[in-house]
């Protein structure tokens, strides 16, 4: 693909264009979701529904997740979970690959929770905190290639806490497999808007789903134990998700 072709394709600058490597180029399907949020904001609206999970609301009082524990919201979104938290008195970092996103959280809690939103690629970025609780609502499944499935729950494992645990949900009966063209993430196609039932063309993004046998090995593969596993009917979008409670296991 040329440059001018790749820059129109995944909505970037040239500038931005140079500064990517190679390998980049050859990865960097998940970005478009930056893309889509891009869209969607463009044309005033939301992308999700602006229901809590009740899972999450679930798992942290069954494992008495407190006020002073340290939270991360893995892939917030829109922040409809972290922001509920928040809220609530509880200590929450959320983060998500996209900036946009994470502004337009900062608007909708109406910038009362700066500090606590921040842009974070958890393929290529750092960081340095360990937490009590994590959790990652419809996150997992937009990683379509094994070497970013395996970075996201190495992740996990690397940044909780020795007694910690992790509340994973994503897309899937269990049983079905499917997985996207991610050399067509960044195309726009007619999807409808989450929020509002609207139909828009925004990028296609990506997406891969997986049956409890290869979710399960995935999870034992990357050092970590699964403590609770069901199917949710109760996420807001998805009629139905996979949802696991997690800990450290041995690697």
């Known amino acids: 693909m040329k440059k ?3 820059c129109e394709s995944r909505g970037v600058s040239e500038k931005e264009f140079n500064n990517l490597e190679s390998n980049v180029l050859e990865t960097d399907y998940y970005k478009a979701y930056e893309k889509r949020y891009s869209q969607v904001y463009e044309n005033n609206m ?8 009740p899972d999450v609301v679930e798992v942290l009082n069954q494992y008495k997740i407190n006020k002073k524990s340290k ?5 917030c979104g829109e922040g409809r979970d972290s922001i509920g938290l ?3 008195g509880y200590n929450v970092m959320a983060v998500d690959y996209s900036s946009t996103v994470i502004e337009k959280c900062k608007e909708l809690s ?5 500090k606590n939103f921040k842009q974070f690629d958890l393929i ?3 960081m340095n905190c360990k937490f009590d609780f994590i959790y990652s609502v419809a996150v997992l499944h937009m990683f379509v290639l094994d070497e970013h499935r395996n970075k996201f729950l190495s992740f996990v494992r690397e940044h909780l806490k020795n007694d910690g645990i992790c509340l994973i949900c994503v897309l899937g009966d269990g049983n079905r497999e499917y997985v996207s063209n991610i050399d067509e993430a960044f195309k726009n196609i007619k999807r409808t808007v989450m ?14 789903i997986v049956n409890w046998e290869h979710l399960e090995c995935e999870i034992l593969n990357n ?3 699964i403590e609770q596993k069901w199917i949710s009917n109760d996420i807001p979008e998805f009629e139905n998700s996979m949802c696991v409670v997690v800990k450290k296991g041995d690697l």
């Open 223 to 225: 050092g970590l134990k």
């Open 110 to 114: 109406n910038y009362k929770y700066n």
């Open 71 to 75: 939270i991360l919201d893995l892939g």
């Open 124 to 126: 290529n970025d750092k």
């Open 4 to 6: 001018d072709q790749f």
């Open 86 to 88: 928040l809220n609530d």
């Open 46 to 53: 939301l992308w999700s529904a602006k229901e809590n999970t």
């Open 195 to 208: 929020n509002n039932n609207t139909e828009l063309e925004i990028a296609a993004t990506s997406c891969k």
